[in-house]
């Protein structure tokens, strides 16, 4: 134990990071400085949680879960009773605590553990983050509200970095509405904004050959800047 505590005060030195933090921050998300999480807050778990998921039955031997992992290269996955019911999680360390030679006499639901932190549908990806982040887990069973062992999907690290993508482009497109209004404000202008479609009819014509509303002031965001 002695040598645990100290391997980890080590650890933490050398790389303060958690695991997931370390994996958001090579994509340039840092997460300690607060704002990633707080725009983190304006997505929902259910938007981007996994609802069809693979997970494991507490009654097969713990052979049968080594071979799942192998087959969808998961590294944890929820494990239910005969009920569909939520009773634990199985991850790849669980199996490696068990002695090999007991594989087969093993069941599921004896190596997988039960104290399950889990994460509901309505709640917002900043307060899951902040839940795995404390324990530095990579995975959260999403369960209902009114009953937490009805597994509803699994939110994994990769959920949380396409929740961020979202998250950025929600703000970027609030922010540019929000521009246009108040173009609209000082100028009196109305602001019309058209994404040319390759099936458009002034696709790949100049813009001189196209009939425009009288007085109107083009503004081209194209890679192309010629008439």
């Known amino acids: ?6 391997s980890l005060i080590v650890s ?9 933090a370390l ?11 607060g704002r ?20 494991l039955l507490e009654s097969d031997p713990l052979s049968v879960a080594a071979e799942v992992f192998a087959q969808t290269r998961h590294h944890g996955l929820p494990v239910v009773d005969a009920h569909g019911e ?13 002695q090999l030679d007991d594989g087969n006499t093993i ?5 997988c553990t039960r104290a399950v932190l889990t994460a509901f549908p309505d709640e917002p990806i900043g307060t899951a983050l902040r839940r795995m982040s404390t324990r530095d887990v990579g995975r959260l069973p999403v369960v209902a509200r009114d009953s937490r062992r009805k597994l509803l999907g699994v939110l994994r690290r990769t959920d949380l970095v396409r929740a961020y993508d ?7 497109t609030m922010r540019h509405t929000a521009q246009q209004v108040r173009l609209g404000v000082f100028t009196g202008a109305q602001v019309i ?8 009819a002034c696709a790949n014509q100049p813009v001189r050959a196209v009939v425009w509303p009288r007085d109107c002031v083009l503004a081209s965001c194209g890679a192309d800047p010629r008439p």
Not at 23 to 33: S, T
Not at 39 to 47: A, G, M, Q, Y
Not at 166 to 172: E, F, H, Q, S
């Open 1 to 6: 134990m002695f040598a645990v505590v100290v």
């Open 12 to 20: 933490q030195r050398l790389q303060p990071d958690s695991v997931y």
């Open 86 to 98: 939520l009773c634990g999680i199985l991850t790849v360390q669980d199996i490696e605590r068990v």
């Open 23 to 33: 994996g958001l921050a090579r994509k340039g998300i840092r997460l300690q400085r």
């Open 36 to 55: 990633d999480v707080e725009v983190l807050d304006t997505i929902t778990v259910s938007e981007v949680m996994q609802t069809e998921t693979s997970t």
């Open 166 to 172: 979202i998250a950025l482009t929600r703000r970027t």
């Open 193 to 200: 904004e058209l994404a040319i479609t390759p099936t458009a």
């Open 107 to 111: 069941t599921i639901g004896q190596a």
